[in-house]
């Protein structure tokens, strides 16, 4: 028996605010964040791994704080502010836990660092003043499978002081 | 069609007029798991994220009563030690943003770390309809069997209310230190007429209390002895099952040994002195 016709999924129209700019869309009402930043806005710097919550590479933050974006809905957002990795740099100009990240040499594959540094951005936004415990909690739900997690935390200890500093 | 109310009425009024064929999604931590594993393929949604009231926490007549829209986050800053421990728990910082105790108590798992704590905590779940409105009933008669509550396909879940001052305490078991489904959990709370309640997660289809333990326990100084037949009687209230996180026996014997640990740090407390927020 050949698979039934594929029924026709609704859109809806998403209005939100990517890194500073304004876009509407009209997205299927089942597609995840997630397939929206990377396959809609071309924004491939967030990535899908898990699809489950488990891993955290695909972290994002939305009106400043992390969210999983492959268990967002796109059509969630309408309205709603996000800043993806690619939102960071400015211009050539690094973020700092950007620069940190390259600094300590806290990626090896690199595929998990988009969400680590998105993760460790909201940390900074939110607290001048961090614990080593407020750290590990605020990482706690990134996955790395290859450097360990030595060379990241470093990385976000380097950056939350260069920021304090500057 | 994806239908984003913006007041509890008009949620109310969709779901009266949609019943189960639009899919309630809040943080999405559960539902949108479903769908990336292709267990369901909603194409219609009642998304009940924008609707303000839902995210409320307030003290009401001796209750604390929370919004079905309040998130893990939000619940790790409250006074209520089981609540706030059990949410801190939950995934990381960015599922604990997502995830609603609403969404805990509609999806109703038996390893639904919330669900263990609010039971302990003796709470009650508001239930709303338009056609009959607000019932508040037990959360543990709200649980029926594996992923069966007493919801019904016009109600919404709209708010969780525990009584305001139980001391409590929480465990988990699971295989890594964060983003951590139970393998088992316990929850218990105890008042000041020193009634103890219990709760486990993972040790069966649906989160559980220990009415039996309770009865023990209840209006009794906690001493070594008591503890330890409240523990032996725990381990024949539950009927955990063998899975991939780990077997039956495994879990029927560490019910016992969370339920000493936690009647035992309750007791060292209280000899202490100490009290809970």
């Known amino acids: 028996m050949p698979d039934p016709t594929p029924m026709e999924i609704p859109m809806t129209q998403v209005a939100c605010t990517v890194n500073g700019e304004t876009f509407t869309r009209d997205v299927p009402v089942d597609m995840p964040l997630l397939e929206f930043l990377r396959d809609v806005l071309g924004l491939t710097g967030t990535k899908g791994a898990c699809l489950e919550g488990e891993c955290g590479s695909c972290t994002v933050l939305v009106d400043g704080e992390t969210i999983n974006s492959c268990l967002m809905l796109a059509a969630q957002v309408n309205e709603r502010n996000i800043t993806t990795i690619e939102g960071l740099a400015a211009g050539s100009e690094l973020d700092v836990i950007q620069d940190s990240f390259v600094a300590t040499g806290a990626a090896q594959c690199g595929y998990c660092t988009p969400g680590l540094i998105m993760s460790a951005r909201a940390l900074l936004n939110d607290q001048p003043e961090i614990s080593e415990s407020d750290l590990l909690t605020a990482m706690e739900g990134n996955i790395c499978r290859c450097t360990g997690y030595a060379s990241i935390i470093e990385a976000v200890k380097r950056a939350h002081r260069e920021s304090q500093s500057a | ?277």
């Open chain 2, 1 to 277: 069609m994806f239908h984003q109310p913006t007041t509890f009425e008009q949620a109310l009024e969709l779901r009266r007029a949609l019943g189960t064929d639009a899919t309630v999604i809040n943080g999405g931590t559960d539902v949108v798991v479903a769908m990336n594993h292709g267990a369901i393929h909603p194409q219609c949604f009642l998304d009940v994220s924008r609707i303000r009231s839902l995210r409320k926490v307030e003290r009401q007549n001796g209750h604390v009563v929370m919004g079905a829209g309040v998130t893990f986050s939000e619940l790790g800053k409250m006074h209520f030690r089981a609540l706030r421990e059990a949410s801190l728990s939950v995934g990381g910082p960015a599922i604990r943003n997502m995830g609603t105790i609403g969404g805990n108590i509609a999806t109703a798992s038996p390893a639904g770390d919330g669900c263990v704590a609010l039971l302990a905590m003796n709470a009650e779940v508001q239930l709303a309809s338009k056609a009959r409105g607000d019932r508040w009933m037990p959360l543990v008669d709200y649980f029926i069997d594996y992923r069966k509550t007493a919801l019904a396909d016009d109600e919404l879940i709209h708010a969780v209310r525990v009584p305001h001052n139980p001391r409590s305490r929480w465990y988990k078991i699971g295989k890594r230190g964060a983003v951590n489904i139970s393998l088992v959990c316990c929850a218990i709370s105890q008042n000041e007429n020193k009634k103890t309640e219990l709760a486990f997660g993972c040790v069966g289809p649906i989160p559980k209390i220990t009415p039996k333990a309770s009865a023990l326990l209840a209006g009794e100084e906690l001493t070594p002895e008591l503890i330890n037949d409240a523990a032996n009687l725990v381990t024949h209230e539950v009927s955990p099952i063998d899975d991939q996180r780990g077997t039956a026996t495994y879990r029927r014997a560490m019910c016992g040994t969370l339920t000493k640990r936690l009647l035992t740090q309750l007791m060292k407390d209280d000899a202490k002195g100490d009290a809970d927020a």
